[in-house]
C-alpha cells in the first residue's frame, strides 16, 4: 500500500512562518498535492509539484523532491484564519490520491 | 474549477436502512470517486465511478454495500447499504476535470452521517 507521514501537529504564532513536511512511499508517482481543510468542511486544493523543485502561490510554497519521496508546504505570513488541517496527497502509478493524515495547524495571536 | 453539489449536507439514520448521497457537477468531468473521512481521520478512497460501467473499488470496500451509479459523466450517487454505528461517517464527493494528469481533484461539501 502507499505511505504517506507527515506531522499530527504544529502550533505557530500570528505573523510567522510554518513549514509542513511530507515523506512518501508510493508504487508509482504522478504528482503531489497540498489540500487545506477548515474543521466541518470539505478540503480545498493548495498547490500541485510534479516536478521537483519549488511552486510559489502567494503566501504559501510547496516544494517536491522526488529522489527523496519527499514535500514541504511552508506558510508564510501566518494568520488566524490559516489554522486548519493540510493534508498531503500524492497520486499514484494508477492515478489515485492517497492521503496522509493530515497536519492541524493552530495559529496564535 | 467545476462546481460540485452534493446532497444531503448531513442525516441521521437508523441502523440498518440505508441512503443515498447524490453528487452533481456543473460540467463534464473525466473522473468521480467517492472517499469516507471518518472522526479525526483522512480521506479514504471507496471507489472510482465509472461513467456507463461498475465502479472500481478499492480494498475494504464492496459493492454490496457501498453501491455506486454513474449514468452520465456529471452525476453520481453513492449508498451507504444495511447502515450501523460504524459507518457514522463524512462522505465526500470528488471530481476531476479534463485537461491531462496535472488537474487537481476538487470536493464537494461532503454528507455527514450519523447512525444511531
Known amino acids: 500500500g502507499q505511505n504517506i507521514d507527515q506531522p499530527t501537529e504544529m502550533t505557530a504564532t500570528e505573523g510567522a512562518i510554518v513549514q509542513i513536511n511530507c515523506t512518501y512511499q508510493t508504487s508509482g508517482f504522478n504528482g503531489l498535492f497540498w489540500y487545506q481543510q477548515h474543521a466541518g468542511e470539505a478540503p480545498t486544493f493548495l498547490s500541485y509539484?510534479?516536478?521537483?523543485g519549488l511552486e510559489e502561490k502567494g503566501r504559501f510554497s510547496s516544494f517536491l523532491s522526488r529522489s527523496k519521496g519527499y514535500s514541504y508546504l511552508l506558510l508564510k505570513e501566518l494568520q488566524m484564519k490559516d489554522s486548519a488541517s493540510y493534508l498531503c496527497?500524492?497520486?499514484?502509478?494508477?492515478?489515485?490520491?492517497?492521503f496522509g493524515a493530515g497536519t492541524t495547524v493552530t495559529v496564535r495571536a | 474549477s467545476a462546481v460540485i453539489s452534493q446532497k444531503p449536507s448531513r442525516d441521521i439514520c437508523q441502523r440498518g436502512t440505508s441512503l443515498t448521497i447524490q453528487c452533481q457537477v456543473d460540467s463534464q468531468v473525466t473522473m468521480m470517486f467517492w472517499y469516507r473521512q471518518q472522526p479525526g481521520q483522512s480521506l479514504t478512497l471507496i471507489a472510482t465511478a465509472n461513467q456507463g460501467s461498475e465502479a472500481t473499488y478499492e480494498s475494504g470496500f464492496v459493492i454490496d454495500k457501498f453501491p455506486i451509479s454513474r449514468p452520465n459523466l456529471t452525476f453520481s450517487t453513492l449508498t451507504v447499504s444495511n447502515m450501523s454505528p460504524e459507518d457514522s461517517s463524512i462522505y465526500l464527493c470528488?471530481?476531476?476535470?479534463?485537461?491531462?494528469?496535472?488537474?487537481?481533484?476538487?470536493f464537494g461539501d461532503g454528507t455527514r452521517l450519523s447512525i444511531l
Open positions: 509539484n510534479v516536478l521537483d
Open positions: 496527497a500524492v497520486r499514484d502509478g494508477d492515478y489515485k490520491l492517497s
Open positions: 470528488s471530481v476531476e476535470e479534463v485537461g491531462g494528469g496535472n488537474q487537481p481533484q476538487h
